[in-house]
């Protein structure tokens, strides 16, 4: 999947610096990552996607400003974690929330091994 698949335009073609941070932060971090940590990605982006198409902009948003904020450095699960717990999921928002707690809790056992 190339980098141009990540970008989600929210229906609006305005250049704005959320957008270029976020497409910055998606450059970086996309380029250097290995097949597990890709596969989370493409998991944030589905929600992502999904959002947008489902309207909820301000979600949508506030997620790409919480990744991209350099002064909170958020973990990416806990973002859509809480960002997915305030809003009402569609059967796909469910599995991928879903799938993100998994990541969540192969990280705690990760953590003990």
């Known amino acids: 999947m190339s980098l141009n698949n990540f970008i989600i335009n929210n229906g609006s073609s305005e250049k704005s610096y959320l957008n270029y941070a976020y497409r910055s932060l998606l450059m970086s971090t996309i380029t250097t990552l290995d097949d597990k940590t890709f596969e ?37 699960n806990d973002v859509f ?28 056992i990760s953590r003990f091994l």
């Open 40 to 76: 989370r990605w493409e998991t944030y982006h589905s929600i992502i996607d999904e959002l947008s198409k489902q309207g909820y902009e301000k979600e949508y948003k506030e997620i790409k400003y919480r990744l991209t904020d350099d002064a909170t450095d958020e973990n990416p």
């Open 81 to 108: 974690i809480d960002v997915l717990s305030r809003i009402e999921l569609s059967p796909l928002l469910v599995f991928l929330q879903r799938r993100i707690e998994m990541y969540i809790d192969d990280e705690l």
